[in-house]
């Protein structure tokens, strides 16, 4: 009598979470199929453009950032996000409405958000400074059961930097900063590297810090998949996990199409 009441209560939860994932991918699809619709009217776009505007007002007077140069910016508004923006899986956020994503995420706490929430924000903070940006995503495996991460470059002086919302940290090499893909070849080569936090405080929590998290940035970044904004191509390394994750020999996600066809990345890289 007991097992079959445990068992009746585990099959119910599992119903009522299996019901919540469906509804909440129902509304993902409704959300993204308006914003798609926003991006292709002029009107639309005006309304994005507007609060971006309004969200580059925002960060230079908050943060000070009336003197400082790109890179400094870039750093300076990643830290800002990370003190503030709590770490753990939110409910859908319309990153569109950009000003209300903002807010309800930094002040009011209302949004949290592991690494991908983390990336699309930092994305539009830096894009509202026009600062250019390219999403990063990386990899463990290229099949079930995977560890997946997701972070930023931004570039300056023509060169690109990674710089990860999530940890708070970029890497060096001899003193120098790296990209992504200098990072990987570094790490496929067997050389070392250095995690700097720019100085700025880590938070003691393993979501938030590299030193205790659950797995490490030298297995994570064994498929690295870049955005190539020129042209919205990608850069995947190795060649041959083109850029997908699979089960079996179903394909279950394809990080190019995601860049190519989602609306926020669609308006981060191709709409000034």
């Known amino acids: 009598m007991i097992k079959t009441l445990f068992l009746?209560?585990?099959?119910s939860l599992y119903a009522i979470r299996s019901f919540r994932t469906l509804i909440n991918k129902l509304i993902t699809i409704s959300i993204e199929k308006d914003n798609q619709i926003r991006l292709k009217t002029y009107k639309g776009r005006q309304q994005i453009t507007k609060e971006l505007n309004a969200l580059k007002t925002i960060l230079i007077t908050k943060l000070n950032l009336q003197n400082k140069n790109?890179?400094?910016k870039a750093i300076i508004v990643r830290n800002h996000l990370y003190q503030n923006i709590k770490s753990n899986r939110s409910d859908i956020v319309n990153f569109f409405d950009i000003l209300n994503a903002y807010k309800n995420s930094v002040e009011t706490k209302k949004h949290h958000h592991i690494c991908g929430g983390m990336q699309?924000?930092?994305?539009?903070?830096?894009?509202?400074?026009?600062?250019?940006?390219?999403r990063v995503q990386m990899f463990d495996k290229t099949e079930v059961a995977y560890n997946g991460h997701a972070s930023v470059e931004f570039c300056y002086n023509n060169k690109w930097y990674a710089s990860d919302p999530t940890f708070n940290i970029m890497y060096k090499h001899e003193n120098k900063y790296l990209s992504y893909i200098e990072l990987y070849n570094l790490i496929k080569s067997g050389k070392s590297y250095d995690i700097t936090t720019n100085n700025f405080?880590?938070?003691?929590?393993?979501?938030?810090?590299?030193?205790?998290?659950?797995?490490e940035i030298e297995e994570l970044i064994k498929n690295l998949v870049i955005d190539q904004i020129e042209q919205l191509k990608t850069i995947v390394y190795p060649k041959k996990s083109n850029a997908q994750i699979y089960n079996k020999e179903k394909i279950i996600y394809d990080a190019k199409r995601d860049s190519e066809e989602n609306a926020v990345y669609q308006f981060i890289y191709k709409y000034e």
């Open 8 to 11: 009746h209560i585990i099959y």
């Open 70 to 72: 790109d890179f400094e």
């Open 120 to 134: 699309i924000l930092y994305m539009l903070c830096l894009k509202s400074l026009n600062i250019p940006i390219r």
């Open 201 to 215: 405080s880590i938070i003691d929590d393993p979501r938030k810090n590299i030193d205790r998290y659950y797995i």
